[in-house]
């Protein structure tokens, strides 16, 4: 669509106007300016990404350009937010270096919704962080799921995520941010509702994950198998998916004004109610087969800034 105003500027359709190349260079920049003009109306996006793969890589740091492509989203008038299989403990700090203060957060797979309720503000020691509440939280009883799964993987590492964000875990788990979680008993874990088990098994693959679930059912809970050999488990028919139509309702946003952006198979479910309401789901290029066949487009990687190729063309 042609910014308001750029159409006075160019020839009638079908006609070819010559300019010296100094006017084509003015004519350029102009609409490159109205591209970019707030005036310019434009139609809100709900725009979630996921974070491990899609814009962070392994060593976490940040996938190419992606802070200045935000920058842009926000720009052309759209909303942008994280939705990740991590806790708000792992995904705050994430928010802060992508610039980024949305109304609402997807956490823990969806199993938890956080809301903005004040923004950043500045004192005499230095700016304080947007606060987020707990806006809405889906917990279940862990302990038939934690039965089953030690008596498959005895020597699996297991840590829950309680409904007032605590987190406590049975042993170190390597690459996870365990930062004011405490460790605890493996009976302890069932103790009171969950929002969220995690199973880490350093021996085994993910494709040893896949075999495991298919063998002995998990019922009662959803789940996803992170690439790095770990189980995620949430209550019930609750995803990422779950959560962001919580927020396209609350924010106002038409069903089919959404873009997600993902490369794991915790976002195979994301990518079907976009979808399925007419909006895009697009598939890190590093992403598995399964998970890109899942979505409807594909970018780049994420180490060579597939977000930002993404959210620069709209």
Known sequence: ???????????????????????????????????????????RL???????????????????????????????????????????????????????????????????IMKRVSDAVAQAEGPVDVVYERFHVETFDPTEVL????????????????????????????DWNLA?????????????????VVVVSPDDTDSDFVELVDRIGLSGVSYAIGWSAWLDIAPQGVDKSTALER????????????LVMGDGRNDVEMFRWAQGHGGRAVAMGQGPDEVRRAAGETTASVHSGGVADVLRAL
């Open 147 to 174: 039965t089953l799964l030690r008596e498959h993987l005895p020597d699996a590492r297991y840590l829950v995520e309680l409904a007032d964000g605590a987190r406590l875990y049975t042993e170190f788990m390597d």
């Open 247 to 258: 927020v396209r309702t609350w924010l106002g946003i038409e069903p089919d004004r959404v």
């Open 1 to 43: 669509m042609t910014a308001p105003g750029a159409e006075d500027r160019l020839p009638a359709t079908g006609s070819v106007e010559v300019v010296p190349p100094r006017e084509a260079a003015r004519l350029v920049e102009e609409i490159a300016e109205d591209a970019e003009n707030l005036a310019a109306p434009t139609e």
């Open 46 to 112: 709900l725009i979630a990404l996921d974070v491990d793969g899609t814009v962070l890589l392994e060593d976490e740091t940040l996938s190419p350009g992606v802070v200045d492509a935000i920058a842009h989203a926000h720009r052309a008038g759209h909303e942008v937010m994280l939705a990740t299989g991590r806790s708000w403990e792992g995904t705050r700090g994430i928010q802060h270096v992508l610039e980024l203060a949305p109304e609402y957060a997807v956490c823990s797979n969806g199993a938890v």
């Open 180 to 196: 004011q979680a405490r460790r605890v008993s493996f009976d302890e874990l069932s103790a009171q509702p969950v929002c969220r």
